[in-house]
């Protein structure tokens, strides 16, 4: 499909009832130009008869979100603060949406990515990274004159996060009528993963559409800030403190871990996971509850984890797992994350997460019930 077909078709799914006047008026171009293309794409079998009766597309995951340049710093010996660190720096693509938008892509799922990235070099390796493995990015908003967002983080010797800063000012870009002028993507969609990065369109998204949506709360600080619309998720995965923050009950055993969890699908959340660090993921549904524990596992990159996380719990979903199959396939892809020095494993794929998960021992799972 071309880039031009590719706008025809945006306007036609917006509104099927549009006429090819409107279609030319909106791009700028003839008419006949634009009856060119839409018999393209009936050839295609992208549209059929009158009113452009779309034809049935295959489901995907949206995911909104951000998407950035990473440039991560570890030292190679014990990192001393305040000082200056001999070590290795490397830069990468990176963004909790695209990280997550990314691995579903890797994992086989179809994935469209509503972003916002500058008219930079930074921008432009973004898209065209997403083009070269298949992630739809097409309907990113490019912003002339503004740089894309970056990451900067230091780990420590154990390659856990020490500090980093985030300079995300372009998000403010990502405003409602950027989301209105893409809500087909958002519409159609199986599944919505939105991370709390966006607190302005988040509100936005989760009470104007009838759609499963899925939270990546991304840290405490921005836990805080959407705590009122948690009961508007189908699917939450915060840690520890970030459910605290959510919920207002301090996790501090077992039984307060329980409070948490019935105090979320109290509130409407069908699925919550609260990752637990080493002591695994605590799961809960309207049903059922549970805590599953991986095995101890060598970490060689901390970062990216969390994304692999989200986006296995999410390729479970998308596949109608169980609940527990769900949780072991996202610890799966949570593992082959931290077994790679990149942010993510460029090598992940479901059928090498499922291999991963076969040679786990998960006996010391421990259900609550």
């Known amino acids: 499909m071309t880039n031009r077909e590719r706008e025809v078709l945006k306007l036609i799914e917006s509104n099927p009832m549009i006429s090819q006047e409107e279609i030319a008026s909106i791009l700028e171009i003839t008419r006949s130009s634009v009856a060119v293309h839409i018999s393209n794409l009936m050839k295609k079998g992208v ?139 958002v519409k159609n969609s199986k599944y919505c993963i939105v991370d709390a990065n966006l607190p302005e369109i988040l509100e936005y998204l989760v009470t104007t559409y009838d759609v499963p949506f899925i939270l990546d709360t991304v840290s405490a600080s921005k836990a805080k800030k959407i705590k009122d619309l948690v009961g508007y998720f189908h699917t939450i995965k915060p840690n520890k403190m970030e459910a605290e923050v959510l919920s207002g009950i301090a996790i501090k055993n077992e039984s307060d871990l329980k409070k948490a969890g019935q105090y979320f699908v109290d509130k409407g959340v069908k699925n919550v996971f609260i990752t637990l660090g080493a002591d695994g993921v605590y799961y809960k549904t309207p049903k059922i509850e549970g805590i599953v524990v991986p095995p101890t596992m060598e970490m060689v990159g901390a970062t990216g984890a969390g ?63």
């Not at 856990?160 to 009528?177: H, T, W």
């Open 47 to 185: 549209i059929m008869g009158k009113g452009y009766v779309l034809s049935k597309e295959e489901s995907y995951i949206c995911v909104v979100g951000g998407s950035n340049i990473d440039i991560q710093g570890y030292p190679k010996d014990s990192l001393i603060p305040g000082d200056s660190n001999p070590g290795s720096v490397k830069t990468s693509l990176g963004g909790v949406g695209r990280n997550i938008a990314e691995n579903l892509t890797r994992l086989g799922v179809k994935t469209k990515f509503l972003s916002v990235v500058g008219d930079d070099e930074n921008g432009k390796r973004i898209l065209t990274h997403a083009k070269s493995i298949d992630l739809h990015m097409e309907n990113t908003l490019v912003v002339k004159g503004e740089s894309t967002s970056t990451y900067l983080c230091v780990l420590d010797e154990k390659r856990d996060m020490n500090v980093a800063i985030s300079y995300m000012d372009i998000l403010k870009n990502m405003d409602i009528d950027y989301i209105k002028k893409n809500d087909y993507i």
């Open 307 to 369: 994304d692999a996380f989200v986006a296995g719990l999410t390729y479970g979903l998308f596949n109608d797992k169980n609940i527990e199959d769900e949780i072991r396939f996202a610890i799966g892809a949570s593992i082959l994350a931290i077994s790679s020095e990149e942010t993510i494993n460029p090598n992940i794929t479901s059928s090498l997460v499922e291999k991963t998960i076969e040679k786990l021992n998960f006996k010391n799972n421990k259900i609550i019930l």
